[in-house]
């Protein structure tokens, strides 16, 4: 599962509501929390590019990753990671790990920079 493109099912509160709903959501899965639990890099449009983080939101064009199956251009948050159940992931879009090997190193590139910069701001 590591290096690939799953779709999660993500809580979020729903404002027209008033109440948690739910939506599966494109993730990049990078590494194994415990027995039932993945360590997930969010993939997300970012609608407002003010939003965006230059050092370590990284660019997803469909054009160019068209086996990636994302409609949109999208953005992979490495500093953003989240947990995801193994019982919340449902469909795999992409290996993107073997697909497009060097975009991932760039990913995991990136995320390694937000590692080191904030365990060294923790000391």
């Given at each position: 599962?590591?290096?690939?493109?799953?779709?999660?099912?993500?809580t979020?509160?729903?404002?027209?509501?008033?109440?948690?709903?739910?939506?599966?959501?494109?993730?990049?899965?990078?590494?194994?929390?415990?027995?039932?639990?993945?360590?997930?890099?969010?993939?997300?449009?970012?609608?407002?590019?003010?939003?965006?983080?230059?050092?370590?939101?990284?660019?997803?064009?469909?054009?160019?990753?068209?086996?990636?199956?994302l409609?949109?251009?999208?953005?992979?948050?490495?500093?953003?990671?989240?947990?995801?159940?193994?019982?919340?992931?449902?469909?795999?879009?992409?290996?993107?790990?073997?697909?497009?090997?060097?975009?991932?190193?760039?990913?995991?590139?990136?995320?390694?920079?937000?590692?080191?910069?904030?365990?060294?701001?923790?000391?």
């Amino acid at each position: 599962m590591i290096g690939k493109i799953y779709n999660v099912l993500f809580t979020f509160y729903n404002s027209n509501t008033g109440k948690n709903d739910y939506k599966y959501r494109p993730v990049l899965i990078v590494g194994v929390a415990d027995s039932g639990d993945y360590v997930v890099f969010p993939i997300s449009r970012v609608t407002k590019k003010e939003y965006l983080s230059a050092d370590y939101d990284i660019e997803i064009d469909p054009e160019k990753y068209p086996n990636t199956k994302l409609t949109d251009v999208s953005y992979v948050r490495t500093h953003k990671r989240s947990i995801a159940n193994r019982a919340d992931i449902a469909s795999c879009k992409c290996d993107l790990k073997t697909k497009y090997a060097e975009l991932y190193t760039s990913i995991i590139e990136k995320a390694k920079a937000f590692d080191a910069d904030l365990m060294e701001k923790a000391v």
